[in-house]
Protein backbone atom coordinates (compact mmCIF):
# COMPACT_ATOMS: atom_id res chain seq x y z
CA UNK A 1 0.00 0.00 0.00
CA UNK A 2 1.02 3.60 -0.33
CA UNK A 3 2.26 6.09 2.18
CA UNK A 4 -1.31 7.35 1.81
CA UNK A 5 -3.24 4.54 3.62
CA UNK A 6 -6.80 5.75 1.95
CA UNK A 7 -5.48 6.14 -1.81
CA UNK A 8 -5.60 2.78 -1.96
CA UNK A 9 -9.38 2.77 -1.11
CA UNK A 10 -10.10 6.42 -3.08
CA UNK A 11 -9.27 4.12 -5.77
CA UNK A 12 -11.90 1.50 -5.26
CA UNK A 13 -14.42 3.97 -4.84
CA UNK A 14 -13.55 5.43 -7.96
CA UNK A 15 -13.77 2.31 -10.06
CA UNK A 16 -16.84 1.12 -8.34
CA UNK A 17 -18.50 4.61 -9.14
CA UNK A 18 -16.86 4.75 -12.62
CA UNK A 19 -15.39 8.05 -12.26
CA UNK A 20 -11.96 7.46 -14.23
CA UNK A 21 -11.17 10.77 -13.70
CA UNK A 22 -10.80 10.16 -10.01
CA UNK A 23 -9.23 6.61 -11.03
CA UNK A 24 -6.59 8.79 -12.80
CA UNK A 25 -6.02 11.12 -9.95
CA UNK A 26 -5.28 8.54 -7.48
CA UNK A 27 -3.49 6.31 -9.79
CA UNK A 28 -1.35 9.47 -10.03
CA UNK A 29 -0.91 9.81 -5.97
CA UNK A 30 0.35 5.98 -5.79
CA UNK A 31 -2.06 3.75 -5.71
CA UNK A 32 -1.29 0.56 -5.75
CA UNK A 33 -3.49 -0.79 -9.06
CA UNK A 34 -3.54 -4.24 -7.75
CA UNK A 35 -4.69 -3.42 -4.45
CA UNK A 36 -7.24 -6.00 -3.02
CA UNK A 37 -10.49 -4.94 -0.28
CA UNK A 38 -11.03 -7.51 2.67
CA UNK A 39 -12.76 -9.73 0.25
CA UNK A 40 -9.94 -10.11 -2.11
CA UNK A 41 -11.61 -7.99 -4.77
CA UNK A 42 -9.43 -5.19 -6.68
CA UNK A 43 -10.57 -2.06 -8.36
CA UNK A 44 -10.42 -4.09 -11.78
CA UNK A 45 -12.93 -6.49 -9.98
CA UNK A 46 -15.87 -3.87 -9.14
CA UNK A 47 -15.09 -2.08 -12.22
CA UNK A 48 -15.73 -4.63 -14.40
CA UNK A 49 -18.33 -5.68 -12.39
CA UNK A 50 -20.06 -2.69 -12.96
CA UNK A 51 -19.49 -2.41 -16.83
CA UNK A 52 -17.08 0.39 -16.60
CA UNK A 53 -15.40 -0.01 -19.43
CA UNK A 54 -13.18 3.29 -19.36
CA UNK A 55 -12.04 2.53 -15.96
CA UNK A 56 -11.59 -0.91 -16.50
CA UNK A 57 -9.10 -0.22 -20.08
CA UNK A 58 -7.14 2.95 -17.57
CA UNK A 59 -6.42 0.19 -14.87
CA UNK A 60 -5.40 -2.13 -18.02
CA UNK A 61 -3.25 0.45 -19.16
CA UNK A 62 -1.91 0.91 -15.70
CA UNK A 63 -0.56 -2.62 -15.99
CA UNK A 64 -3.80 -4.02 -13.69
CA UNK A 65 -3.64 -7.77 -13.53
CA UNK A 66 -6.51 -9.24 -15.68
CA UNK A 67 -6.67 -12.39 -14.15
CA UNK A 68 -6.37 -11.86 -10.36
CA UNK A 69 -8.88 -13.61 -7.70
CA UNK A 70 -11.11 -13.08 -5.38
CA UNK A 71 -12.03 -14.64 -1.96
CA UNK A 72 -14.00 -17.19 -4.29
CA UNK A 73 -11.68 -17.69 -6.70
CA UNK A 74 -13.61 -15.46 -9.45
CA UNK A 75 -11.81 -13.07 -11.92
CA UNK A 76 -12.99 -9.91 -13.48
CA UNK A 77 -14.00 -12.02 -16.27
CA UNK A 78 -16.16 -13.95 -14.32
CA UNK A 79 -17.88 -10.51 -13.06
CA UNK A 80 -18.26 -9.24 -16.46
CA UNK A 81 -19.51 -12.23 -18.25
CA UNK A 82 -22.05 -12.79 -15.15
CA UNK A 83 -23.90 -9.33 -15.70
CA UNK A 84 -23.05 -9.77 -19.39
CA UNK A 85 -21.07 -6.65 -19.79
CA UNK A 86 -19.84 -7.70 -23.59
CA UNK A 87 -17.62 -4.33 -23.93
CA UNK A 88 -15.63 -5.19 -20.46
CA UNK A 89 -15.31 -8.94 -21.73
CA UNK A 90 -13.63 -8.24 -25.18
CA UNK A 91 -11.53 -5.66 -23.11
CA UNK A 92 -9.95 -8.30 -21.25
CA UNK A 93 -9.57 -11.43 -23.24
CA UNK A 94 -7.56 -8.71 -25.62
CA UNK A 95 -5.35 -7.98 -22.38
CA UNK A 96 -4.58 -12.08 -21.77
CA UNK A 97 -7.79 -12.91 -19.58
CA UNK A 98 -7.76 -16.55 -19.23
CA UNK A 99 -10.81 -17.59 -20.60
CA UNK A 100 -11.63 -20.98 -18.90
CA UNK A 101 -10.28 -19.86 -15.44
CA UNK A 102 -12.36 -21.60 -12.81
CA UNK A 103 -13.38 -20.21 -9.04
CA UNK A 104 -13.69 -22.31 -6.30
CA UNK A 105 -17.31 -23.90 -7.66
CA UNK A 106 -15.25 -24.97 -10.88
CA UNK A 107 -17.55 -22.77 -12.90
CA UNK A 108 -15.67 -21.27 -15.80
CA UNK A 109 -16.59 -18.05 -17.13
CA UNK A 110 -19.14 -19.67 -19.75
CA UNK A 111 -21.12 -21.27 -17.26
CA UNK A 112 -22.13 -17.80 -15.40
CA UNK A 113 -22.39 -16.54 -19.01
CA UNK A 114 -25.30 -19.29 -19.71
CA UNK A 115 -26.47 -19.03 -16.33
CA UNK A 116 -27.64 -15.76 -16.30
CA UNK A 117 -28.66 -15.90 -20.25
CA UNK A 118 -25.79 -13.76 -22.03
CA UNK A 119 -25.72 -15.16 -25.57
CA UNK A 120 -23.29 -12.28 -26.84
CA UNK A 121 -20.91 -13.03 -24.23
CA UNK A 122 -21.22 -17.07 -24.80
CA UNK A 123 -20.00 -16.19 -28.24
CA UNK A 124 -17.06 -13.80 -27.40
CA UNK A 125 -16.13 -16.60 -24.72
CA UNK A 126 -16.41 -19.19 -27.43
CA UNK A 127 -14.45 -17.49 -30.35
CA UNK A 128 -11.67 -17.02 -28.16
CA UNK A 129 -11.49 -20.87 -26.83
CA UNK A 130 -13.57 -21.63 -24.14
CA UNK A 131 -14.26 -25.29 -23.61
CA UNK A 132 -17.43 -25.58 -24.18
CA UNK A 133 -17.88 -28.79 -22.53
CA UNK A 134 -16.37 -27.96 -19.14
CA UNK A 135 -18.06 -28.97 -16.28
CA UNK A 136 -18.39 -27.33 -12.72
CA UNK A 137 -18.03 -28.75 -9.74
CA UNK A 138 -21.84 -30.32 -9.98
CA UNK A 139 -21.20 -31.78 -13.23
CA UNK A 140 -23.31 -28.52 -14.67
CA UNK A 141 -21.78 -27.59 -18.61
CA UNK A 142 -23.09 -24.56 -19.92
CA UNK A 143 -25.74 -26.84 -21.96
CA UNK A 144 -27.44 -27.49 -18.84
CA UNK A 145 -27.84 -23.51 -17.68
CA UNK A 146 -29.52 -23.03 -21.15
CA UNK A 147 -31.74 -25.82 -20.57
CA UNK A 148 -32.27 -24.97 -17.28
CA UNK A 149 -33.07 -21.36 -18.37
CA UNK A 150 -35.16 -22.77 -20.89
CA UNK A 151 -33.36 -20.53 -23.79
CA UNK A 152 -33.65 -21.53 -26.92
CA UNK A 153 -31.05 -19.50 -28.47
CA UNK A 154 -28.24 -20.54 -27.04
CA UNK A 155 -29.34 -23.96 -26.76
CA UNK A 156 -29.03 -23.67 -30.31
CA UNK A 157 -25.73 -21.54 -30.48
CA UNK A 158 -24.22 -24.56 -27.81
CA UNK A 159 -25.24 -27.28 -30.07
CA UNK A 160 -24.06 -25.46 -33.25
CA UNK A 161 -20.75 -25.19 -31.94
CA UNK A 162 -20.13 -28.71 -31.12
CA UNK A 163 -21.71 -29.02 -27.13
CA UNK A 164 -21.91 -32.52 -26.26
CA UNK A 165 -25.34 -33.90 -25.40
CA UNK A 166 -24.75 -36.46 -22.49
CA UNK A 167 -26.56 -39.38 -21.24
CA UNK A 168 -28.58 -38.65 -18.06
CA UNK A 169 -27.43 -42.62 -16.69
CA UNK A 170 -24.15 -41.53 -16.40
CA UNK A 171 -24.36 -37.85 -15.26
CA UNK A 172 -27.53 -36.72 -13.92
CA UNK A 173 -26.64 -32.97 -14.32
CA UNK A 174 -27.33 -33.05 -17.77
CA UNK A 175 -29.40 -31.01 -20.55
CA UNK A 176 -31.66 -32.72 -21.53
CA UNK A 177 -33.18 -34.61 -17.46
CA UNK A 178 -32.98 -30.36 -16.78
CA UNK A 179 -34.66 -29.30 -19.57
CA UNK A 180 -37.44 -32.24 -18.87
CA UNK A 181 -37.66 -31.03 -14.77
CA UNK A 182 -38.35 -27.70 -15.97
CA UNK A 183 -41.34 -28.46 -18.01
CA UNK A 184 -39.02 -26.44 -21.27
CA UNK A 185 -40.54 -28.29 -23.60
CA UNK A 186 -39.14 -26.47 -27.04
CA UNK A 187 -35.88 -27.26 -25.38
CA UNK A 188 -36.28 -31.06 -24.98
CA UNK A 189 -37.64 -30.92 -28.41
CA UNK A 190 -34.53 -29.56 -29.84
CA UNK A 191 -32.09 -31.66 -27.37
CA UNK A 192 -33.86 -35.47 -29.09
CA UNK A 193 -33.68 -33.42 -32.42
CA UNK A 194 -29.71 -33.00 -31.69
CA UNK A 195 -29.69 -36.40 -30.66
CA UNK A 196 -29.86 -37.10 -27.20
CA UNK A 197 -31.63 -40.06 -26.13
CA UNK A 198 -35.14 -40.07 -25.16
CA UNK A 199 -35.13 -43.69 -23.31
CA UNK A 200 -32.31 -42.81 -21.30
CA UNK A 201 -32.88 -42.91 -17.23
CA UNK A 202 -31.68 -41.69 -14.47
CA UNK A 203 -28.81 -42.68 -12.15
CA UNK A 204 -31.43 -43.84 -9.91
CA UNK A 205 -33.29 -45.98 -12.72
CA UNK A 206 -36.14 -42.94 -13.26
CA UNK A 207 -37.40 -42.73 -17.02
CA UNK A 208 -37.46 -39.42 -18.42
CA UNK A 209 -40.94 -39.73 -19.41
CA UNK A 210 -41.93 -40.23 -15.75
CA UNK A 211 -40.24 -37.87 -14.91
CA UNK A 212 -42.35 -35.14 -17.17
CA UNK A 213 -45.49 -37.07 -15.68
CA UNK A 214 -44.80 -37.00 -12.45
CA UNK A 215 -43.92 -33.12 -12.52
CA UNK A 216 -47.25 -32.80 -14.81
CA UNK A 217 -45.28 -31.27 -17.39
CA UNK A 218 -48.09 -32.50 -20.24
CA UNK A 219 -46.09 -31.05 -23.61
CA UNK A 220 -42.91 -32.28 -22.55
CA UNK A 221 -44.69 -35.64 -22.77
CA UNK A 222 -45.95 -34.79 -26.02
CA UNK A 223 -42.74 -33.95 -26.86
CA UNK A 224 -40.84 -37.37 -25.74
CA UNK A 225 -43.46 -39.18 -27.25
CA UNK A 226 -43.59 -37.90 -30.69
CA UNK A 227 -39.80 -38.96 -30.81
CA UNK A 228 -39.74 -42.33 -29.61
CA UNK A 229 -40.01 -42.78 -25.74
CA UNK A 230 -41.15 -45.92 -24.19
CA UNK A 231 -44.66 -45.66 -22.88
CA UNK A 232 -44.38 -48.71 -21.22
CA UNK A 233 -41.07 -47.89 -19.34
CA UNK A 234 -41.36 -48.68 -15.33
CA UNK A 235 -38.89 -47.29 -12.90
CA UNK A 236 -36.46 -49.35 -11.83
CA UNK A 237 -37.28 -48.41 -7.92
CA UNK A 238 -40.68 -48.22 -7.84
CA UNK A 239 -41.88 -49.98 -11.01
CA UNK A 240 -43.93 -46.89 -11.68
CA UNK A 241 -45.07 -45.72 -15.15
CA UNK A 242 -45.94 -42.39 -16.78
CA UNK A 243 -49.41 -43.91 -16.92
CA UNK A 244 -49.51 -44.41 -13.09
CA UNK A 245 -47.89 -40.85 -12.33
CA UNK A 246 -50.11 -39.53 -14.51
CA UNK A 247 -53.69 -41.27 -13.58
CA UNK A 248 -52.40 -40.37 -9.31
CA UNK A 249 -52.12 -37.00 -10.04
CA UNK A 250 -55.17 -36.44 -12.24
CA UNK A 251 -53.91 -35.56 -15.75
CA UNK A 252 -56.73 -36.29 -17.70
CA UNK A 253 -55.27 -34.72 -20.88
CA UNK A 254 -52.09 -36.43 -20.03
CA UNK A 255 -53.19 -39.68 -20.05
CA UNK A 256 -55.56 -39.49 -23.12
CA UNK A 257 -52.57 -39.08 -24.45
CA UNK A 258 -50.38 -41.80 -22.93
CA UNK A 259 -53.13 -44.38 -23.54
CA UNK A 260 -53.50 -42.71 -27.25
CA UNK A 261 -49.87 -43.55 -27.94
CA UNK A 262 -50.41 -47.58 -26.42
CA UNK A 263 -50.10 -47.39 -22.61
CA UNK A 264 -51.19 -50.32 -20.78
CA UNK A 265 -53.64 -49.57 -18.45
CA UNK A 266 -53.20 -52.53 -16.73
CA UNK A 267 -49.36 -52.25 -16.36
CA UNK A 268 -48.94 -52.45 -12.37
CA UNK A 269 -46.36 -51.18 -10.27
CA UNK A 270 -44.19 -52.73 -7.84
CA UNK A 271 -46.76 -52.55 -5.39
CA UNK A 272 -49.26 -54.00 -7.83
CA UNK A 273 -51.13 -51.10 -8.67
CA UNK A 274 -52.29 -50.13 -11.70
CA UNK A 275 -53.08 -46.60 -13.54
CA UNK A 276 -56.94 -47.31 -11.99
CA UNK A 277 -55.70 -47.69 -8.36
CA UNK A 278 -53.95 -44.61 -8.27
CA UNK A 279 -56.88 -42.80 -9.85
CA UNK A 280 -59.47 -44.46 -7.38
CA UNK A 281 -57.47 -43.60 -4.56
CA UNK A 282 -57.29 -40.07 -5.56
CA UNK A 283 -60.43 -39.96 -6.55
CA UNK A 284 -59.91 -39.00 -10.02
CA UNK A 285 -63.34 -39.50 -11.75
CA UNK A 286 -62.73 -38.10 -15.21
CA UNK A 287 -59.60 -40.87 -15.23
CA UNK A 288 -61.27 -43.70 -13.80
CA UNK A 289 -63.96 -42.81 -16.47
CA UNK A 290 -60.75 -42.94 -19.29
CA UNK A 291 -59.40 -46.12 -17.98
CA UNK A 292 -62.52 -48.26 -17.76
CA UNK A 293 -63.35 -47.32 -21.54
CA UNK A 294 -59.67 -47.94 -22.25
CA UNK A 295 -59.70 -51.12 -21.31
CA UNK A 296 -58.69 -50.79 -17.27
CA UNK A 297 -59.47 -54.17 -15.54
CA UNK A 298 -61.16 -53.01 -12.17
CA UNK A 299 -60.54 -56.33 -10.70
CA UNK A 300 -56.53 -56.80 -10.72
CA UNK A 301 -55.56 -56.59 -7.00
CA UNK A 302 -52.62 -55.20 -5.66
CA UNK A 303 -49.85 -57.12 -3.53
CA UNK A 304 -51.97 -56.80 -0.91
CA UNK A 305 -55.24 -57.80 -2.36
CA UNK A 306 -56.86 -54.70 -2.90
CA UNK A 307 -58.94 -53.62 -6.09
CA UNK A 308 -58.97 -50.26 -7.51
CA UNK A 309 -62.73 -49.94 -5.79
CA UNK A 310 -61.40 -50.98 -2.37
CA UNK A 311 -58.74 -48.51 -2.18
CA UNK A 312 -61.13 -45.85 -3.71
CA UNK A 313 -61.89 -42.20 -2.20
CA UNK A 314 -65.53 -41.38 -0.95
CA UNK A 315 -65.99 -39.99 -4.25
CA UNK A 316 -65.02 -42.95 -6.12
CA UNK A 317 -66.40 -45.62 -3.99
CA UNK A 318 -69.74 -43.78 -4.96
CA UNK A 319 -68.87 -43.10 -8.58
CA UNK A 320 -68.45 -47.17 -8.78
CA UNK A 321 -71.60 -47.65 -7.41
CA UNK A 322 -73.21 -45.47 -9.43
CA UNK A 323 -71.86 -46.64 -12.28
CA UNK A 324 -72.47 -50.52 -11.39
CA UNK A 325 -76.25 -49.41 -11.00
CA UNK A 326 -76.24 -48.01 -14.54
CA UNK A 327 -74.42 -51.25 -15.69
CA UNK A 328 -77.12 -53.64 -14.04
CA UNK A 329 -80.20 -51.35 -15.81
Not at 13 to 25: E, F, I, N, P, Y
Not at 120 to 128: A, Q
Amino acid sequence: MSEDENVEELLYAAALSGDVAKVRTQLSRGAYVNWQNDTEMTPMHIASAKGHLDVVEELLDHGAMADMTDQIGQTPLHLAAQQGYINVVKALLSHGAAVDAVDEKNEAPLHLAAKYKHLPVIKELLGHGADIDAVDSEGRDALYWASHRGRVDIVKELLARGSTVKDASVNERTALLCAVNCGHSNVVKILLDHGAAVNSTTIDGYTLLSQAARKGYTSVVKELLAHGADVNARNEEDGNTALIWAAERGLVKMVKELVAHGADVNLANADGETPLHGASRNGRLAIIDVLLNAGANSSLKTLKGKTAREVSSEDAKAWFIKRQKTKDN
